[in-house]
């Protein structure tokens, strides 16, 4: 009986082989264990006891290897929506149809909103009329070809109307496809 593999090692088919000699051992019907030799059968559940026991430690070992491995991961994520939010230029996200689903705090100061009214907004909105064709044509580029596109488009900030209106920006925007 093979004891001495480690979690790493353990595979899916080897587990599943293991499994399988462990259940015909114990799915022995009455009469056969009643054939048995006592010392026999006291052996062999001393050994199906064994390998249960380092399964169940293996299982261990996997379950605090994936928990780090989430620990891991939330930090990563972390770090990078910390990079992403204080990016010093603007980064959205947008749908096919250029609706807005996430920008950091620099994209929001430059469309002149608060980032939680920009979420399903289209980018369209804050461009000037005559670059609306060039975006939506830079949009499907940028679902149709690999690689990054890139287009130059003005950009009208929307302000409160208390104050006069900001200038329109230029601004190179750049696309690809995650």
Do not use: W
Not at 42 to 60: F, G, P
Not at 94 to 123: E, T, V
């Amino acid at each position: 009986m093979d004891t001495g593999t480690s979690s790493a090692s353990a595979t899916p088919t080897h587990l599943l082989s293991k499994a399988k000699r462990l259940a015909l051992l114990s799915s022995a019907s009455t009469a056969e264990l009643q054939e048995m030799d006592p010392e026999q059968l006291v052996a062999q559940l001393l050994e199906q006891r064994h390998e249960l026991q380092v399964h169940q430690i293996e299982l261990e070992l996997q379950n605090e290897s994936l928990a780090q491995a989430n620990l891991d991961l939330e930090q990563a994520r972390q770090h990078y929506t910390e990079l992403f939010e204080h990016a010093p230029v603007g980064y959205l996200t947008l749908d096919q149809a250029g609706m807005i689903a996430l920008c950091n705090l620099q994209a929001a100061r430059q469309l002149g909103m608060d980032r939680s009214r920009l979420g399903g907004r289209r980018f369209s909105a804050f461009l000037s009329r005559n670059d609306a064709s060039s975006f939506a044509l830079f949009l499907r580029r940028v679902f149709t070809t690999p690689g990054p596109q890139r287009v130059e488009l003005q950009v009208q900030p929307h302000t409160p109307p208390q104050t006069p209106d900001a200038p329109a920006q230029f601004l190179q925007v750049d696309g690809e496809l995650m």
